[in-house]
């Protein structure tokens, strides 16, 4: 059974700190994906990564995907309050058809000035 | 360009009652997938659906089922409502033909069951 596991599962940060959410999965895929949702609102996607050693960034979001060692991590740069919000990790499960993610559990992040 | 839609916003039912609820994708889009959401279990994939055939399905019981139709939107419902049945109904849409696209979520259903 596939699993995927954030942590941690609650960060309390303060404004202008960096700090790394986790994400590791327990079988083999190759595509891993990053989702905000905030309070009450829908999944908004971030990122896609594709291969081994894919890294993308957008703002002060950066994700990294090593499929070898099972991980994903979206590190923050210097945080402002605006990216308080639940960050979920997914992954596909290797079926070869795409619409059947497995969520983490997710990561509530508060941004405190 | 119009986003996924899912109707009705909120819904209360009682135990025992059955629900229907829809989705419309983005235009262009003919992969629907859908997912439950509850703070004990989180995000959970029910079924996807795709030109019409459902593709995957989640480890769901038969209570819960879905349909999509020839313009690409899609219902699910729930017959027998338990009061675990209260959750975040998301919807997502993709093209659906490749193994590599971001799936776009919809605002969700909230379903409360008392």
């Known amino acids: 059974e596939l699993k995927v596991e954030q942590n941690p599962l609650f960060l309390s940060m303060q404004e202008g700190k960096n700090y790394t959410i986790y994400c590791n999965y327990s079988?083999?895929?190759?595509?891993l994906y990053w989702y905000r949702q905030d309070p009450g609102k829908s999944l908004e996607s971030l990122f896609v990564?594709?291969?081994?050693?894919a890294v993308k960034q957008e703002g002060r979001l950066m994700a990294s995907l090593d499929t070898k060692a099972r991980l994903s991590t979206l590190h923050i740069t210097a945080a402002v309050h605006d990216l308080s919000a639940t960050y979920f990790c997914?992954?596909?499960?290797?079926?070869?058809?795409?619409?059947?993610?497995?969520f983490g559990k997710g990561t509530k992040l508060s941004v405190k000035p | 360009k119009a986003g996924v839609t899912q109707t009705p916003r909120y819904l209360i039912k009682t135990r025992g009652q059955q629900v229907t609820l829809s989705c419309s994708p983005i235009?262009?889009?003919?992969?629907v997938s859908w997912y439950q959401q509850t703070p004990g279990q989180g995000l959970q994939f029910l079924f996807e659906?795709?030109?019409?055939?459902?593709?995957n399905k989640g480890n769901f019981p038969g209570r819960f089922s879905g349909r999509q139709f020839s313009n690409s939107r899609s219902e699910m419902n729930v017959s027998t409502l338990e009061l675990g049945d209260s959750a975040l109904y998301l919807c997502?849409?993709?093209?659906?033909?490749?193994?590599?696209?971001?799936?776009?979520f919809g605002p969700g259903t909230r379903l409360l069951v008392l």
């Open positions: 079988t083999t895929s190759d595509r």
């Open positions: 235009s262009g889009h003919r992969s």
């Open positions: 997914a992954v596909d499960i290797p079926r070869g058809s795409q619409g059947n993610l497995i």
């Open positions: 659906y795709f030109s019409e055939t459902q593709r």
């Open positions: 997502a849409s993709s093209f659906g033909e490749t193994v590599v696209e971001t799936q776009y």
């Open positions: 990564l594709l291969s081994n050693g």
